[in-house]
């Protein structure tokens, strides 16, 4: 497993507000950072591992 990361994948923007959270792919375990503000707008993240789409 990666370790946890410290950036949203989706907007760049760093995992410092205490909304944001990191969680694991479910197709291959690479970490996946969401900020907050990407979380409440469902922006698409794609993991860098393995190329998984989600909300």
């Not at 989706?10 to 970490?31: I, M, Q, R, W």
């Not at 996946?32 to 998984?52: L, N, T």
Request: aromatic share 6%; proline share 9%; net charge neutral.
């Amino acid at each position: 497993m990666a370790a946890r990361a410290d950036m949203c994948t989706s907007s760049g923007l760093p995992l410092v507000e205490a909304k944001s959270t990191a969680f694991p792919c479910p197709d291959c375990g690479e970490s996946i950072g969401r900020s907050e503000r990407c979380r409440v707008q469902a922006v698409k993240y794609i993991c860098p591992g393995c190329g998984f789409e989600g909300p």
